[in-house]
């Protein structure tokens, strides 16, 4: 089996955010590891870009990560109403914050 090498892609601000990236990642079936997270104890003490967290993949997963953190990072989503119970929802989510539907298509 041959070793892979890790490469960080993103710095998050937060582990939240972190997180997030991490399930859309996972979600199309890239492998990502977090660095950072147990430094955000220390925030008040240390220099914010020191406690931010980092996702890491592996070079081989390094372009199909890239498109989707470039997914992640657009802003010019257009607001969307549910087909379900009308309330208005962020265009880049596809479920309604109110009642968890699928976007309408």
Known sequence: MVDQQWQCLYCAGNSLEAHS???LLE???VDV???GEALAAAAGELPMNVVEVQLWVT???RQQALTVIDGYLRTDYRDWY???CGEVNQGQ???CWQCQQDRDE
Request: glycine fraction near 16%; include cysteine.
């Open 27 to 29: 979600n199309m079936g």
């Open 82 to 84: 549910c087909g379900h």
């Open 33 to 35: 590891r977090l660095t």
């Open 21 to 23: 990236i991490k399930g």
């Open 59 to 61: 070079d081989n997963q």
């Open 93 to 95: 989510f596809e479920l």
